[in-house]
C-alpha cells in the first residue's frame, strides 16, 4: 500500500548546520508530497509541497525535491537556526478522497 | 477565510467511559475531513477519513468510530475507552484535488 518512510531521530544540530532529513514513499499511482512540520505546543503546519516529478518545493530557507526515479522528497536546510526546533513530518497524498499518509515524524533540536 | 475547531481542548476520562470529540469547518463547502491520532513516540497516525456527509473510510481497525452528521461536522467517538487511546487527536480538511490539509489545535486525550 501507500506509504512513508522517514528518518529516524531524534536529530541534534548546533546553529548554521546543514540540515537534512531523509523521507522515501511508496505509491501506486502519482502522489503528491509534503512536508509538514509541528513547533513545540502547536498544531501540524504546511511547510513546502510539490505535486509531480521534478518539483521543488521551497519555504523558510527548506527545499524539498519530488525524486521519482529515487521515490525520495528529502528536506534540506543551509543553515538551521534555534528557532527551527520542531517535530517533521513528511507525507504523501493520492486520490481518490486525497487520503493523506504521514512518516513517523522527526525531531529536530537546534542548539546555539 | 476557512477555519476549523476541535473541542474540547483537553480531556481526561476514565477506562470504559465513552468519548465524543467534535470538529467543526468554517468557509468551505464539501471538504474532506481526517482525524488523525499522535500518540508519544509513535508519529501521526491516519484514524478516518469522509470524503462527504455519512460516507466514512477507516484506516485502522480499533474501539474508535468516526460519523460525519453534516458537510462541516465530523465526530470521533468510542463506547468504551482503552488506555491505548490516549493521544493527541487531530482533525484534518482539504478540497478536492491534490491540495494541503489543513490541521485544527488538536484536543489531547488522557485515559486513566
Known amino acids: 500500500g501507500d506509504s512513508v518512510t522517514q528518518m529516524e531521530g531524534p536529530v541534534t544540530l548546533s546553529e548554521e548546520a546543514f540540515l537534512t532529513i531523509n523521507c522515501t514513499y511508496t505509491?501506486?499511482?502519482?502522489?503528491?508530497l509534503f512536508w509538514y512540520v509541528q513547533y513545540p505546543g502547536e498544531g501540524l503546519q504546511l511547510l513546502l509541497k510539490?505535486?509531480?516529478?521534478?518539483d521543488k518545493g521551497s519555504n523558510k530557507g527548506f527545499e524539498a525535491t519530488y525524486r521519482k526515479e529515487t521515490t525520495s522528497f528529502h528536506l534540506e536546510k543551509g543553515s538551521v537556526q534555534v528557532s527551527d526546533s520542531a517535530v517533521y513530518f513528511c507525507?504523501?497524498?493520492?486520490?481518490?478522497?486525497?487520503?493523506?499518509?504521514f512518516g513517523t515524524g522527526t525531531s529536530l533540536t537546534v542548539i546555539p | 477565510s476557512q477555519t476549523i475547531h476541535q473541542w474540547p481542548a483537553t480531556l481526561v476520562q476514565p477506562v470504559g467511559s465513552p468519548l465524543s470529540l467534535e470538529c467543526t469547518v468554517e468557509?468551505?463547502?464539501?471538504?474532506?475531513l481526517y482525524w488523525y491520532r499522535q500518540a508519544a513516540g509513535r508519529g501521526l497516525q491516519l484514524l478516518f477519513y469522509?470524503?462527504?456527509?455519512?460516507?466514512i473510510s477507516s484506516e485502522v481497525p480499533q474501539n474508535l468510530s468516526a460519523s460525519r452528521p453534516q458537510d462541516r461536522q465530523f465526530i470521533l467517538s468510542s463506547k468504551k475507552l482503552l488506555l491505548s487511546d490516549s493521544g493527541f487527536y487531530l482533525c484534518?480538511?482539504?478540497?478536492?484535488?491534490?491540495?494541503?490539509?489543513?490541521f485544527g489545535p488538536g484536543t489531547r486525550l488522557l485515559v486513566l
Open positions: 505509491a501506486t499511482g502519482y502522489p503528491s
Open positions: 469522509s470524503v462527504g456527509i455519512g460516507q
Open positions: 507525507a504523501l497524498s493520492v486520490r481518490p478522497g486525497n487520503q493523506f499518509y
Open positions: 468557509g468551505t463547502s464539501n471538504p474532506n
Open positions: 484534518a480538511w482539504s478540497v478536492t484535488g491534490p491540495e494541503t490539509q489543513y
Open positions: 510539490a505535486t509531480k516529478a521534478d
